[in-house]
């Protein structure tokens, strides 16, 4: 392992976005601590980016599990200079006053309490060695609320207020903070929403050429390699036919 290469954390890296920002950031000579709840997917990955990766199981939304797994993690890995806090999600696609409490106890515990958690645990090193950026992973859904979209958009719309705050915070410090609020990104993310109904999940994509990861990625990677100091305090990446939340030309 290469000590003096930097060290990127980027949570709910099984998957998706998360998953392109890991590889992107290894690619850009980062040491990267992958995290999410599916050891055999984090083990995969693991596999593939050799000694400059470690892999930690732990679900975002506890926070003793959390706290624990930084608290713990290797001397030579402590000193995490970017965060990417991309775990999240969305579940269900229904009026608010029909949807389903459980699944806004999981979005609103994930998204906002999760991301808030993985702040608190390593954004006080960062500040102490007076270098560090958190990216944070928001949505074009936080901008405005669309059609059913209801409690997951204001979640978005929470990470926007608090990445916004967290920035506020850090002004007088070195540590930037980003907040990416992409669009129509083609990933788990419907298959997970519609629970499991892969069919449904395809149907979001259909007629329109959606996002990838990397896209997210190569914005990440563009806000962390900026100049120190220029400080991408917001990115909005859609797809070329997405205006809006609420705006998607399909053909
Ligand atoms: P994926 O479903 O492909 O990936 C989500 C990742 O988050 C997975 O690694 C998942 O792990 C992890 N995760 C979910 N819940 C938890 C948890 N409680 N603890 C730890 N990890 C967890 O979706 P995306 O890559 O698309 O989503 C990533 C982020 O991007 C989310 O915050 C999402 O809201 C946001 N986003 C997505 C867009 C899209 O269109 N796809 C657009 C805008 C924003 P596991 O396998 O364990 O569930
Ligand atoms: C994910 C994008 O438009 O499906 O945040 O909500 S959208």
């Known amino acids: 392992m290469n000590t003096q290469k930097p060290i990127a954390l980027v949570t709910g890296a099984t998957s998706g976005i998360g998953e ?3 590889l992107r950031l290894h690619c850009a000579g980062y040491r990267v601590i ?7 997917r984090l083990e ?4 593939g980016l050799g000694d400059d990766a470690l892999a930690l199981t ?10 624990t797994a930084i608290a713990s993690l290797p001397a030579e890995w402590r000193e995490i200079e970017v965060l990417v806090n991309n775990a999240g999600l969305a579940l269900g696609l229904e009026k608010e006053y029909e949807g389903d409490y459980r699944d806004w106890d999981t979005m609103i515990d994930t998204n906002i309490k999760g991301l808030l958690y993985m702040t608190r645990a390593i954004v006080p090193g960062m500040v102490e060695r007076g270098k560090g950026h958190v990216v944070n992973i928001g949505s074009v859904a936080g901008d405005a609320a669309y059609t059913n979209g209801n409690v ?29 609020k992409p669009g129509l990104v083609e990933t788990r993310f419907s298959e997970v929403r519609f629970h499991g109904d892969t069919e449904r999940a395809a149907n979001v994509y259909k ?3 959606p996002l990838t990861g990397d896209d ?8 962390v390699q900026a100049p120190a100091h220029v400080q991408i305090a917001e990115m909005l990446i859609l797809a070329t036919h997405q205006a809006s939340g609420s705006v998607i030309c399909r053909k």
């Open 207 to 209: 007629g329109i050429v």
């Open 58 to 67: 732990f679900d975002v939304r506890d926070r003793e599990a959390a706290e």
């Open 34 to 40: 992958i995290t999410g709840r599916n050891t055999e």
């Open 152 to 180: 997951y958009c204001g979640t978005k719309a929470a990470v926007k207020a608090i990445t916004d705050g967290l920035r506020i915070d850090l002004a007088e410090t070195p540590i930037r903070v980003t907040l990416l």
């Open 216 to 223: 997210i990625a190569d914005a990440a990677l563009y806000a």
């Open 20 to 22: 392109a920002c890991a």
């Open 44 to 47: 995969t990955l693991k596999a």
